[in-house]
């Protein structure tokens, strides 16, 4: 099956920084896309960031502040500085992915980011 895995979770101070990689892997014909998607307690999930061959989108909640990479084939990272408390979410990471001919929609298992002091 296909597996979204992220790391980089963590606990920072407002204004510090923090790195999340997600690395896809399985029975992979091609992804369309990867990005990254918040939820915060009380609060629907949400989009932070996404690239395709085409676009990309970034949240205006986070536009100037985070930056989205795509690392290779299977990989995607977020580059997020200047945090905010209101950043504090679960992170998920998404994929487009075509796996034995079916496109779909795959999401990691999430990776908690606190940012308080």
């Known amino acids: 099956q296909v597996q979204l895995v992220e790391f980089g979770g963590g606990l920072v101070q407002p204004g510090g920084s923090l790195r999340l990689s997600c690395t896809a892997s399985?029975?992979?014909?091609?992804?369309?896309?990867m990005g990254w998607y918040r939820q915060a307690p009380g609060k629907q999930r949400e989009l932070v960031a996404r690239?395709?061959?085409?676009?990309t989108n970034v949240a205006d909640s986070v536009k100037g502040r985070f930056t989205i990479f795509r690392d290779n084939a299977r990989a995607v990272s977020l580059q997020m500085s200047s945090l905010k408390p209101e950043d504090t979410a679960v992170y998920y990471c998404y994929g487009d992915i075509n796996s034995r001919n079916i496109r779909s929609d795959y999401w990691g298992q999430g990776t908690q980011v606190t940012v308080s002091s």
């Open positions: 399985g029975s992979i014909f091609y992804i369309y896309g």
């Open positions: 690239l395709t061959s085409g676009s």
